[in-house]
């Protein structure tokens, strides 16, 4: 079992960067998939991408290029960077965490969730 907490969301400017942090409670947390997903008023919590122990990762086409997740296995964190933003990017961005390497984009394939960080991005 693992707990979730976000952090580094706020107010940016389009084109500028963010980085969010999620510290994760637990005895064994290379045993999880971390993932970032993110909801915006009246649409559906939607994936953003995931990372694996090793440190592979996999994004959504709308964030490819731009967005980057890493991976502190030893403080027991992932991050995602968040360059170019764009003001379809503001959302409430959640951490996610899968026991074991799972392939999955969608909400169902992971069962514990963080509270979410606001993020903001002025035009």
């Known amino acids: 079992q693992v707990q979730l907490v976000e952090s580094g969301g706020g107010l940016v400017q389009a084109g500028g960067s963010l980085r969010l942090s999620c510290v994760a409670s637990g005895r064994t947390f290379t045993d999880y998939t971390m993932a970032w997903f993110r909801q915006a008023p009246g649409k559906e919590r939607e994936f953003v991408g995931f990372?694996?122990?090793?440190?592979?990762?996999r994004y959504a086409d709308s964030v490819k290029g731009r967005f980057t997740i890493s991976r502190d296995n030893a403080k027991n964190t992932v991050y995602l960077q968040m360059n170019s933003l764009k003001p379809e990017d503001a959302a409430v961005y959640y951490c996610a965490a899968a026991r074991g390497l799972v392939y999955s984009t969608v909400v169902g394939g992971f069962g514990y969730w963080g509270q979410g960080t606001q993020v903001t991005v002025s035009s």
């Open positions: 990372s694996w122990s090793g440190g592979s990762t």
